[in-house]
């Protein structure tokens, strides 16, 4: 997918702008387990075409009293990570200082830049505008975030600065795996593991924004590819202390990827960037394979220890909690094999078709001797259950008279049943009760 980064000073109105561009597709979003950090990260879609959006800003609490040199992070981490930036100044205001750091650093970039004048929220404002040519970055674009006004054209705009998606080109029967986590889980030691010294690369896919979005490997007897090894090729001395550092760099992988194979540090406990990286993936409906990293460092390997770990890993992900956890060392290559065979799995899993007989003949009968419970003297029936074709995860879809009264723990016994009896693990699904 194309990612959009939204720039600029504090209260040029980004957040604005960030909410405008993404609200017609949050409702969508949102029904998926996501949590925090929709004021950050979003869907939008313009004339059938979606892409992500995210405000840089919107990661810093007290953005008021935001330090300029925090700005200029992220100005340096959506020029890495971003398809097209958009940089908003404030009509009201003109061109500020800051505003000239930003633009210095964005003409030296090869990402697209687009100048968005926002609050123009009347005609006469406009001739203002004519400002911010000084910036050295062409045309401004006036809008106002605040009525929608010039937002169209904006997009139409951006639209145009996009490049062909690489996924248009790929073999669709072979995984995408992307490894994602905090800086230092060991995300560089592992990919070396998996493809060795020799660098076992069939086909390198480039004529995307980035060098190399995917490339594919044939290792152990998997065929896949790996996403987006671009965001481990190097560290960023700049921008990595920055606390959403590490979640920014996942979005675009994370995206892209069948499964994600999310990386924690054994020595560590699960911390903020950890469960953002994992709502990102929850958010976007993918697999998931938890690897526990570091393991050699860890002095009592008992299966005590190891079930500990398994718990509390669990309990901080619920209420999504079936998922594979490996334990791994990166250095000594421990279990490094049964990573990419259990993400081959997760795949499976994430791309399973049922055929409605046998779910008919498995889950009715379990439906009978469970029934949901009557609702007002109502009884509820549930009569027939088919997957549903072309969707992107396992969805299912039961039929009763009453769909209305089947409520959510019915609903999560159900998945819970298909769960046990045709191994989902690693794979979100979704229970839909419709009526007959
Ligand atoms: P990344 O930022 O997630 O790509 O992390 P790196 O792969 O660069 O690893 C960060 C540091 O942790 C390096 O010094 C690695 O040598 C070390 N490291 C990575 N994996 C392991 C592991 O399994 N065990 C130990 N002891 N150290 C590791």
């Known amino acids: 997918g194309n990612l959009v980064a939204i720039v600029g000073r504090p209260n040029v109105g980004k957040s604005t702008l960030f909410n405008r561009l993404t609200q017609s597709r949050q409702a969508i979003v949102n029904e998926q387990a996501g949590t925090t950090r929709d004021r950050q990260y979003g869907k939008s879609e313009w004339v059938g075409k979606e892409f992500s959006v995210v405000d840089t800003g919107g990661w810093v609490v007290n953005s008021d009293d935001i330090f300029e040199e925090e700005i200029r992070k992220q100005v340096v981490l959506a020029i890495e990570e971003a398809d097209v930036i958009l940089f908003v100044v404030d009509v009201m205001n003109g061109v500020t200082d800051l505003d000239m750091d930003v633009a210095n650093i964005l003409r030296r970039s090869k990402t697209p830049v687009i100048v968005v004048a926002n609050k123009t929220d009347n005609n006469m404002l406009q001739y203002n505008a004519a400002e911010f040519y000084s910036l050295g970055l062409g045309d401004p674009y006036c809008i106002s975030a605040m009525s929608g ?8 705009c951006i639209l145009s600065k996009f490049r062909k998606e690489a996924s248009e080109i790929l ?5 995408r795996f992307a490894v994602v986590g905090r800086p230092n889980v060991g995300k560089s030691s592992i990919v070396n593991a998996f493809i060795g010294e020799e660098r076992n690369i069939v086909t390198e896919i480039a004529g995307t924004t980035r060098d190399s979005i995917y490339t594919r490997y044939n290792k152990f007897g998997f065929d896949f590819y790996l996403v987006d090894t671009a965001g481990i090729r190097k560290k960023n001395k700049v921008t990595e202390d920055l606390e959403y550092y590490s979640v920014i760099r996942s979005i675009r992988s994370i995206e892209n ?10 020595t560590r406990g699960i911390e903020g960037q950890d469960l953002n990286i994992f709502s990102l993936i929850q958010r976007n409906q ?7 990293n570091k393991w050699d460092l860890v002095e009592v390997k008992t299966d005590a220890v190891m079930k500990g770990y398994e718990d509390a890993i669990r309990n901080r992900l619920a209420p999504f909690t079936d998922f594979p956890i490996i334990f791994t060392s990166a250095l000594t290559k421990q279990r490094i094999f049964r990573v990419l065979e259990t993400a081959t799995e997760v795949y499976k899993a994430r791309t399973t078709k049922i055929s409605t007989a046998r779910l ?21 029936k549930i009569k027939y259950v088919t997957q549903l074709p072309n969707t992107r995860i396992p ?9 209305q009264y089947v409520k959510e723990p019915y609903k999560r016994f159900l998945e819970n049943k298909i769960r046990e009896r045709w191994n989902l693990s690693g794979t979100p699904i979704n229970i839909f009760i419709r009526q007959k």
């Not at 006004?149 to 139409?156: I, M």
């Not at 990827?257 to 054994?266: F, G, Q, R, W």
């Not at 009715?364 to 509820?380: F, H, M, Q, R």
């Open 171 to 175: 073999d669709e029967d072979i995984p």
């Open 149 to 156: 006004s010039g937002t169209g054209e904006l997009l139409d």
């Open 286 to 292: 993918k697999g998931l394979v938890v690897v526990v």
């Open 360 to 380: 008919n003949e498995e889950m009715l009968p379990l439906i009978e001797a469970y029934p949901p419970p009557s609702n007002k003297g109502k009884y509820i």
């Open 395 to 403: 969805s299912f879809v039961f039929f009763a008279n009453l769909p």
């Open 257 to 266: 990827a069948d499964v994600c194979i999310l990386m924690l540090d054994a």
